[in-house]
């Protein structure tokens, strides 16, 4: 099994990562209901926020964020994700959200920048 070193200097937190992402979701579409004229305004700024607030930290990664919003409607959603890199430094984590109306899916991916 891999060694994860959280918290150190050196390697991505993705527990960090996901308290982050979690509360862009919560101040973007938190007390909303579904609608489907508003999901790409909705995705587009919760990657833009995570980006930035995940940017503020000041650790040297490169980042790339991901979302999704789903209508919640009996309907499956599977995602997956692979990466090859250097599992040392590197890393992601996937922020899954929903409230009574909707489905959230947001992955981040952090590459170190050598």
């Known amino acids: 099994m ?5 918290g150190s200097e050196g390697s ?6 996901d308290n982050i992402v979690k509360e862009c979701i919560d ?19 919760i990657v833009e ?11 040297p990664y490169k980042y790339i964020v991901s979302c999704a919003v ?23 984590c996937t922020v899954r959200w929903e409230n009574r109306t909707m489905y959230c899916v947001v992955s981040v991916f952090a590459v170190a920048i050598a």
């Open 2 to 6: 891999e060694e994860y070193h959280h």
């Open 12 to 17: 991505f937190n993705p527990e960090e990562a």
């Open 27 to 45: 101040n973007i579409i938190g007390g909303v209901d579904y609608s489907q004229s508003l999901v790409n305004k909705w995705t587009a700024s």
């Open 49 to 59: 926020l995570s980006l930035t607030q995940l940017v503020k930290q000041g650790k």
């Open 70 to 92: 789903m209508q919640k409607s009996g309907a499956g959603l599977h995602t997956a994700n692979s990466c090859y890199w250097d599992t040392a430094v590197d890393g992601s």
